[in-house]
């Protein structure tokens, strides 16, 4: 099974600073025939249901702010809010699809300062 | 817009039985693999099992292979998952969530809110 290692457990940043959080994979989860990294970030708020950010390690979804941003390759992994807002208080998960079972990292709970 | 409403979750006793549905709607069902992610009380998420589009393809954490079983009926636009010989350890909330892609593995665009299980004596 493929280990997701997310850093650090808890993170916080003043309002209109960068945050970043790292994700390592125990094993690469690129694969090389399509050269895509099979990594996802989502992001939870309290009481809410998972939503999706960033696929393919780098691909931002619709609508999600242009803030977020994935970058990474292989085994290592990150996910970058610029300019943090009131509203991206949560709790951050990366998750490998790249071969089951799925796993995700223990996630990263990013608060304000 | 994807909507993924749970049902059949409760309060059971370890060692009993319980399945859960989800009831898929405003999106093509059956072009979609799906998924099922659980959640325990203050813990983070847990990847639990997953189908491909047609259920020809499905996988299993570690922790349920053998005890749980995911299966689709894409006629009823429904995913089950059954859940034998329930343990405490199996006390959380499930969501259902839809993959991005008709294979299994791909990112999950969508959740349901969740259904909560309980295994208790």
């Known amino acids: 099974d493929i280990v997701m290692t997310q850093s650090p457990e808890s993170l916080a940043v003043s309002l209109g600073e960068r945050a970043t959080i790292n994700c390592k994979t125990s094993?690469?989860?690129?694969?090389?025939?399509?050269?895509?990294?099979?990594l996802a970030w989502y992001q939870q708020k309290p009481g809410q249901p998972p939503k999706l950010l960033i696929t393919w390690s780098s691909d931002r979804e619709f609508g999600v702010p242009v803030r977020f941003s994935g970058s990474g390759s292989g085994t290592d992994f990150t996910l970058t809010i610029r300019s943090l807002q009131a509203e991206d208080v949560a709790v951050y998960y990366c998750?490998?699809?790249?071969?089951?079972?799925?796993?995700f990292g223990q996630g990263t709970k990013l608060y304000i300062k | 817009e994807v909507q993924l409403v749970e049902s059949g979750g409760g309060l059971v006793q370890p060692g009993r039985s319980l399945r859960l549905s989800c009831a898929a709607s405003?999106?093509?069902?059956?072009?979609?693999?799906m998924h099922w992610v659980r959640q325990a009380p203050g813990k983070g998420l847990e990847w639990v099992s997953g189908t491909n589009w047609n259920g020809g393809t499905v996988a299993y954490a570690d922790s349920v292979k053998g005890r749980f079983t995911i299966s689709r009926d894409n006629a009823k636009n429904s995913l089950y998952l059954q859940m034998d010989s329930l343990g405490v350890e199996d006390t959380a909330l499930y969501y259902c969530?839809?993959?991005?892609?008709?294979?299994?593995?791909?990112?999950?665009?969508?959740w349901g809110k969740g259904t909560t299980v309980t295994v208790s004596s």
């Open positions: 969530a839809k993959g991005l892609l008709s294979l299994i593995g791909a990112g999950l665009d969508g």
């Open positions: 405003g999106f093509t069902f059956d072009g979609y693999g």
């Open positions: 998750q490998q699809y790249y071969s089951a079972p799925y796993t």
């Open positions: 094993q690469s989860v690129l694969y090389t025939s399509n050269k895509k990294n099979y």
